[in-house]
């Protein structure tokens, strides 16, 4: 598969599965949502509007519309005899739906084998190369974002997103924040300049190292 050469090649060492910024030398960990009340319980309320302000305003930043990306979902099976393509639930709405026969599919060990010593549960990644311009990224990131908020639509799978030119891997995990890591320094540091404020301090020493 293109996406394993892509991997094999820029990541050599790193399995795609959270926490993507603890298995990677080079990466930036963002904080999303700020200010969480406990009344924010409905739709477009201050907290979830930030946290879709900061996913996007990273995602525009990270890729422009004639870049080509992967699109990785990965869906657990956790139930014997699952549809799994019908899990997917509405990715066809994120994306440009002529290019969906594109969509590959590929059966992989539980990418949690700590959290399976039985060793009976899958990973079902599905994954699509398109532009950027192709993907309907916004309310893909809402439904990202909402999904541990009580708020629809959601999306409980894992989806990255990865820039082949620039060679940067892009995960919003949920509403409190997300991973960029990159080949090289180089590749995200204006990032790192732009969005400095947006970092999570728990770890920005270890993430200033890299840039300094």
């Not at 079902?124 to 708020?151: E, G, M, S, V, W």
Request: glycine share 4%; hydrophobic share 35%; charged share 25%.
């Amino acid at each position: 598969m293109l996406l394993n050469n892509y991997m094999n090649t820029n990541f050599p060492t790193l399995e795609l599965r959270p926490p993507l910024f603890y298995s990677w030398d080079i990466g930036i960990r963002f904080e999303l949502g700020v200010n969480w009340e406990r009344e924010y319980d409905y739709p477009d309320n201050p907290y979830i509007l930030g946290c879709y302000h900061r996913a996007i305003s990273l995602f525009k930043a990270l890729h422009s519309p004639e870049e080509d990306i992967y699109v990785v979902m990965d869906i657990s099976d956790f139930h014997k005899g699952r549809n799994i393509r019908r899990n997917l639930g509405n990715f066809s709405s994120y994306v440009e739906k002529s290019l969906l026969y594109r969509l590959s599919h590929e059966i992989k060990a539980y990418v949690f084998p700590e959290d399976d010593e039985a060793g009976i549960y899958k990973t079902h990644r599905f994954t699509l190369k398109c532009k950027a311009a192709d993907l309907n990224y916004i309310p893909l990131l809402k439904a990202i974002c909402n999904q541990d908020l009580a708020l629809k639509p959601s999306i409980y799978h894992r989806v990255y997103f990865i820039n082949i030119d620039r060679k940067t891997i892009f995960h919003v995990y949920d509403d409190r924040g997300c991973d960029l890591l990159a080949e090289s320094p180089e590749n995200i540091r204006s990032i790192y300049k732009t969005f400095n404020d947006w970092i999570l301090d728990y770890d920005r020493n270890l993430i200033d190292k890299v840039f300094k």
